[in-house]
């Protein structure tokens, strides 16, 4: 601003000044309106953050932006997985409404609404859903909303909610990079990447596809700071592929305590890149002088990657919340949130109200004065109440339905329902005679759902169930139903869908159908350490066989490096085989892998052994099958679903 400049400001000032304050209002220049920018994260967990208590990641920007607005400490995604979470932003609709309730948004069919299977192999209890694969264009989305209303719109980052004609450009966006619709970066993190020729979108080697990103963002507002803009920065960062820098990977490194829980060099170092992005992208506002007139937003899809482990460290650690992404629990749907309203929402306020993914659209909405398209609905409701200072939301209850099961987490198809503390989760045909299983936790006093009331609280099981069925009813979401030809396995021992077992003349017979046959049992004795596991089998089939332990409190179940080879003999003869396994911890299931290909496998006897040779337990089949490890646990705990990993 130039001196003359300065003058001219200054004197319409004291002119209005001078007039009646109704006047001088009528008279001043009509404020312009909010720009919005909305931060997503892709799979960073509830405590991914130093701002949410963790000591390990270094998260400077974020508790930046914390300062400048409300930290929501019980903010819940509509899904523990990315493409239905957001589904649910762009459209405030639960993901059940939508038809999209799994990240299926990349597969190159074109699948619009959801559906049931109509079979299913017999390891599997219940008939899962399928999701729908596209955001149909018939949803009028929040993009499109803003665009009619002005905006500029530019989308930076991953989107997975289908590709063209089913890319942000179709959906209300002006700008779109990289216009890639997978669910990832393409091939890494940093260059070189892969994205298709066509994209032309290519790194010098050694380049941060969230450095490149922060810097086409940082184009964007500068582009538009003199015109109303919303931009969606849904970041790549912390899905996978995991790689970093490899210098943040060393500073993460050194500083890595092996007793801790969070202790990751790799991801350590993508978390410090992604929050480096919202430095940049806070900066320029600074910049441009547009941080006292711009909203945002920081939130995160789902819950963070426990499941996975990089060398010897899990991916992270959402304690004190139970599980992770792909999970009902706290750990899958909790998320970290940040709202910024210069002037309206107090910075560095924090509040406890329960919010959900479907309320972003109602509320930005609110906050900037639009109102609603004629006929348009929403299952979210708006938040502007708990911005300026309200406790709590007139609403009396949020949902979560994931009908389908990750073998990776030991997901079984299930929903539930949060009303002010109580938490109701229905896992769907998961108890005897096919009837649901329910666990009832006390989220006020048990954060990390660890003790189940459902069976000492038949009533509130039954209220809150009513408000499931009423939600599985007004959404009309697609159910997992019984399947039919389900089989509850031999003397405890499951098949996968590679492996039909049946028990003939006194042997267990194991059909390989494919190339990854597999049986599990958790009838397993409580022990801890070493033991020997041995079996006599005969075999037509091909390939080395595996064993795998599971250990109380370890999750994924099974994984390989919790697995012996073994090396035996596919000649149609009987052969015994004894190996030794190195249990750490308690054990709590076993899982056999007798062969890589098709063909017959029989078993007369297996066998698990201490180390001083007493037998622990030993499946006969010729002869009545042995107790279960733990009689407290009922026998439909666990669906067979649950003992299945791809190791």
């Known amino acids: 601003m130039n001196r003359r400049e300065f003058l001219a400001v ?60 409300m930290m929501f400490m019980q903010a819940y995604a509509a899904n523990p997985l990315c493409s239905p979470t957001r589904a649910s932003i762009q ?36 008939l899962h859903c399928a999701s729908a694969t596209r955001l149909k264009l018939e949803y009028y989305t929040l993009a499109e909303a803003l665009h009619d209303a002005g905006y500029r719109t530019g989308h930076f980052g991953k989107w997975h909610l ?19 619709g997978g669910p990832g970066p393409a091939g890494s993190y940093v260059a070189p990447w892969k994205f298709p020729a066509k994209l032309k979108f290519t790194g010098q080697p050694g380049e941060h596809i969230e450095d490149r990103m922060a810097s086409e963002a940082a184009k964007f507002l500068k582009e ?17 592929p995991w790689d970093a820098k490899k210098e943040y990977i060393e500073k993460y490194r050194a500083k890595a305590d092996p007793r801790s829980p969070q202790r990751c060099p790799v991801y350590g170092a993508m978390v410090q890149s992604m929050d480096e992005a919202v430095g940049r992208l806070l900066g320029t506002l600074d910049e441009l002088g547009l941080a006292d007139n711009t909203i945002i937003v920081f939130f995160s899809d789902n819950g963070g990657v426990h499941f996975h482990q990089i060398g010897d460290a899990p991916v992270t650690s959402n304690a004190p919340l139970r599980g992770g992404k792909a999970t009902i629990y706290e750990g899958g749907t909790r998320e970290p949130c940040l709202v910024v309203w210069p002037g309206q929402v107090k910075p560095g306020s924090k509040s406890d109200a329960v919010i959900q993914s479907i309320d972003f659209y109602p509320t930005i909405l609110d906050m900037l004065g639009l109102a609603p398209k004629q006929g348009l609905k929403f299952d979210g409701t708006s938040i502007v109440p708990v911005l300026r200072g309200a406790a709590t939301l007139p609403r009396e209850a949020i949902f979560c339905h994931f009908p389908h099961a990750t073998p990776a987490t030991g997901q079984l198809p299930a929903v539930y329902v949060r009303k002010g503390e109580w938490k109701l989760i229905r896992f769907f045909h998961d108890g005897p005679n096919f009837a649901h299983r329910y666990e009832l936790y006390n989220l006020k006093t048990d954060v990390s759902e660890t003790t189940n009331l459902a069976d000492d609280m038949p009533d509130r099981v039954k209220e809150l169930d009513a408000l499931i069925e009423k939600f599985l009813k007004d959404s009309g979401a697609v159910l997992p139903k019984p399947n039919p030809a389900y089989s ?160």
């Open 10 to 69: 200054v004197g319409a000032g004291a002119a209005a000044a001078a007039l009646p304050r109704w006047l001088a209002a009528a008279e001043a220049a009509p404020a312009r309106k909010p720009n919005v920018l909305f931060i997503l994260a892709d799979d960073l967990g509830w405590r991914d953050t130093s701002l949410y208590g963790s000591t390990f990641y270094e998260t400077p920007n974020v508790e930046r932006l914390a300062k400048r607005g």
């Open 488 to 647: 509850p396995g031999v003397r405890g021992w499951v098949g996968n869908k590679d492996a039909a077992l049946s028990l003939k003349d006194g042997l267990l017979v194991i059909e390989s159908t494919g190339l990854d046959p597999s049986l599990s049992t958790r009838n397993v004795p409580k022990h801890r350490g070493a033991a020997i596991v041995e079996f006599r089998m005969r075999s037509r089939a091909s390939g080395e066989a595996q064993v795998f332990w599971g250990a109380e409190g370890m999750t994924p179940l099974f994984i390989k490096d919790r697995s012996i080879i073994v090396q035996v003999m596919h000649d149609g003869q009987w052969h015994d085989y004894s190996e030794k396994l190195p249990i750490i911890g308690t054990l709590s299931a076993l899982r056999m892998d007798p062969a890589t290909a098709q063909g017959r496998i029989e078993i007369e006897w297996i066998r698990l052994r201490g180390l001083d040779d007493a037998v622990l337990v030993e499946w006969n089949f010729k002869n009545s099958p042995p107790p279960a490890g733990d009689s407290r646990a009922p026998r439909w705990a666990v669906d067979p679903l649950a003992l299945l990993n791809d190791g």
């Open 224 to 240: 538009n700071k003199d015109r109303p803009f919303f931009m969606t920065y849904w970041c790549f960062s912390v899905h996978a």
């Open 162 to 180: 289908g590709q063209e004609p089913y890319d942000p450009l179709h959906q209300g966006y002006d700008v779109d990079v990289p216009h890639w």
């Open 91 to 126: 459209t405030g609709l639960w993901p059940a409404r939508i038809g999209i309730t799994a990240p299926a948004c990349h597969l190159p069919e074109e699948k619009f609404e959801e559906t049931v299977a109509e079979r299913g192999p017999p390891s599997t209890k219940v």
